[in-house]
């Protein structure tokens, strides 16, 4: 059963410094990979995603994400964090085939002035 | 394109009620998910539907949540009776069969149960 971890539950930063969300996968096959950041009591909104080819996708609001299949990891990245970026950031492993996602828990995002 | 839309967006009942959630995908898309997100978790599928079939509802607590999706637009999730540790935002999400480039869902806003 595939499954996603995200060890980091809440995380700090300040205003303009740089940003890693961790995550880790357990999947079969070839993963879809997949973050969402959710603000306050908002739905989930794509940040970007991996199927294939270049491993370093870039997405919306400034983000990236490195797929490293050695290390079984999407890690998300930001060079620099504005205030709005506070939220709660989810990753997610798909199956193409059945088009279920798996969600890992989350961890909440501070941004302290 | 208009999102997925849901409806309400808040509902606090006592426990033992009922509730129904309402949720209308994005036109076209031919799959339409339920999640359910308790607080400080991540989102849990509770069923699937391919059009107006399930695809998937082993996660539903089917003794007391029932879901369906008439005509394969529109679907609605009902809790009857609710218990206290339903209380959760429940997402509906919807994407486009087969679509490999825009592979991905689109989420609602979501409905935060409260059950008191």
């Known amino acids: 059963a595939q499954s996603v971890t995200q060890p980091d539950i809440h995380i700090t930063v300040s205003e303009g410094a740089s940003l890693e969300l961790r995550c880790n996968y357990s999947?079969?096959?070839?993963?879809?990979l997949f973050w969402y950041v959710q603000s306050p009591g908002q739905g989930l909104q794509l940040l970007l995603k991996?199927?294939?080819?270049?491993?370093l996708v870039q997405g919306i609001k400034g983000f990236e994400a490195e797929f490293k299949r050695s290390q079984s990891s999407f890690n998300l990245r930001k060079p620099s964090v504005h205030w709005s970026d506070a939220a709660e950031y989810f990753c997610a492993v798909g199956d193409f085939g059945n088009e279920k996602l798996t969600f890992g828990t989350g961890t909440r995002l501070t941004i302290i002035p | 394109e208009a999102g997925v839309a849901q409806s309400p967006r808040y509902k606090i009942i006592e426990k033992r009620q009922s509730v129904a959630f309402w949720c209308n995908p994005i036109s076209g898309h031919a799959t339409l998910y339920w999640y359910q997100q308790i607080l400080g978790q991540g989102p849990k599928l509770l069923i699937q539907f391919q059009n107006n079939g399930v695809v998937d509802d082993s996660q539903l607590p089917k003794d007391r949540f029932s879901a369906e999706r008439l005509k394969g637009v529109d679907s609605t999730l009902k809790i009857q009776p609710a218990k206290l540790e339903d209380s959760a935002v429940y997402l509906c999400?919807?994407?486009?069969?087969?679509?490999?480039?825009?592979?991905?869902?689109?989420f609602g806003s979501g409905t935060r149960l409260t059950v008191v």
């Open positions: 999947y079969g096959a070839t993963p879809y």
């Open positions: 999400a919807s994407s486009a069969l087969g679509d490999r480039t825009n592979y991905g869902y689109t």
């Open positions: 991996y199927f294939s080819g270049d491993t």
